[in-house]
């Protein structure tokens, strides 16, 4: 609906619905924090906030997103954050760890890698490019639901010995639909049956039209087994890295999307969050889904401990009361009151939700029976 309550409005823009209230009869309205206003004046309320708004959907304005404007100053390159997809058995996790091992960002030969569902590496021109380690459509549209839009780059690994198939259609139109570009590794070219053209044919009839075919999708020959060919991929991706401009601001409060979390028995939650936007720091006070918590300790993809953690750098992060869910969203607030009544909030939404969800299904129940 094309309504929003002030105390969901103010929740998404981390302020306190008490001065949402305030500024709303500041327009000359007088509603209270349960009672909804409509789409426009919602936004009236976001730019005098100081924030933007983005919808998402227009039918939906639940789906409000907002993001303290940046200050085009302040904007800085950011590395890009990049997504492994592609058919069963053509080679996604052979490809991810051939990457891995080849050029992990200061890993040193036979130094252990932490696994945190994500790495950053650097390709041989020193662009730093950040991997997502969840190979697979489930992860990126399951966040995508969740409304994290962590891709900025598609890599589509097709094996040369198999072409396209089903699953490979599937991530051509997830990729479509979140308007992420794509570049297709033609993976297994070290294959005797490797035939790397009949996937450029293959792909033009999915409306993918490559380089060498015309279009703009680059295509790069690699082998996970030999590692022929990585080095060109890592360098095609900073290429499309550069055109896409990915800009952050490190010095606005972090926002970022939970990767993975877990209940760690030692340490408690542990979340590993991607800093999508700002600084994380030590000692910062976040909110994230219905969790909140203060940063105790941050640990980089190395497992060294670190301070803070700009954008598009992945972290695990400890400190948080509860464990969130892959695809909650993180930000940093003020205050400790803040973040528990924005948490506290999400909660009971989110339980709201579920007893009309149950009273419906009862419902349906009982008419069943009669
Ligand atoms: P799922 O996770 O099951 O979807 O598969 P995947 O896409 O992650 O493929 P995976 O990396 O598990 O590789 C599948 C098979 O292909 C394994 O037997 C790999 O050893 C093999 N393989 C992967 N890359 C290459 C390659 O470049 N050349 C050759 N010859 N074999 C490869
Ligand atoms: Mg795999």
Redesign the pocket.
Known sequence: PESITVSELANRMAERAADVVKSLMKMGLMVSINEAIDADTAELVIEEFGHRTVRVSDADVEQVIDTVEDKEEDLQARPPIITIM?????????????IRQANVVSGEAGGITQHIGAYQVKAESGAVLSFLDT??HAAFTSMRARGANVTDIVVL?V?A?DAVMP?TVEAINHAKAADVPMIVAI?????PAANPQKVRTDLLQHEVVVEEMGGDVQTVE?????G?GIDTLLEAIALQSEILELTANPKRPAQGAVIEAKLDVGRGPVATVLVQNGTLKRGDIFVVGEQWGKVRALINDKGDRVDEAGPSVPVEVLGLNGTPEAGDVLNVVETEAQAREIAEYRENAAKDKRAAAGAAITLDQMLARA
């Open positions: 592609g058919h069963v058995d053509h080679g996604k996790t052979s490809l991810l760890d051939r190979p697979g690994v094996a010995d699953q993976n297994k070219i070290d294959k690699v082998s996970a087994h030999t022929q």
